[in-house]
Every structure is written in C-alpha cells, then in structure tokens.
C-alpha cells in the first residue's frame, strides 16, 4: 500500500514539473504544428497594416518604394516581440515598419505537440507610392 501511495505521489510530482518545464521553455521555434496567426487570419493583418500605414513624408519625397520584410517573436501569450527588419528597402520605411507591428493587437500563437509555444515569423510590408 505505501508502494503505491509513493508511486503515485512521484507520478504526479513528475507530471507538474513536465507542465512546469513546458511553460518557461524559452526556445523561440521556426517550425511548428500550428502556425501563429494574426486574429482574423493574413488578409486581415494586410488589412491592419494597410489602415494603420503612414508613408514616410522623406520616403516619399525621395521616391522611395518597396517590400520591407519584418521579423518578430510572437510569445505565448500571442504578444509580439523581439521585432526587426530582416529585408530592409530604406530606413525610413523600416521604421515605419517596425512601427506598426509594435502597435499590433495579439496574435494567436503557434502550437507544437499540443503546447503553445513562442515562434518566429516573418511578415512584408509592401510600401506603393501612387
């Protein structure tokens, strides 16, 4: 009987320490069983981004136009993190870039093995002059 009892006080002791273990896993994962997702899916965050964009007053003086490709975390709590250009075009519109994915709302984060977990992702940012 105390067999018992101690075998099950060790299985349940193991069990929390796995969910502990999962939930401060800091690893930052580019491949993932469900992909982090921008609520409403990639043609509403186009449509975030294409509402909150302003063109760069030098950016348009210069001419200038382009894809800036944005990286960024997005955390377990579907925050938005550690953001940066990974193809730049011009300063000022990386900028402008970075800027909107900050003021960004949360994202559904990506899943791996059931677990949500923190991902890298990649989004562009097309800037048009007309």
């Known amino acids: 009987m105390k067999f018992k009892v101690i075998a099950l006080l060790l299985a349940g002791l193991f069990s929390c320490t796995s969910v502990s273990l999962a939930q401060t896993d800091d690893k930052v994962y580019q491949i993932v069983d469900i992909p982090a997702t921008f609520p409403g899916g990639t043609e509403s965050c186009m449509k975030y981004i294409a509402s909150h964009l302003e063109y760069p007053q030098k950016a ?71």
């Open 60 to 130: 348009l003086e210069k001419g200038v136009q382009g894809k800036v490709t944005v990286g960024f975390t997005v955390e377990i709590d579907g925050s938005i993190t550690d953001i940066g250009v990974v193809k730049s075009v011009d300063p000022d519109l990386d900028a402008e870039a970075m800027r909107i994915f900050s003021k960004m709302p949360n994202w559904q984060p990506g899943e791996l093995n059931g677990q949500k977990v923190r991902c890298e992702c990649y989004f562009p940012v097309i800037f048009k002059l007309r």
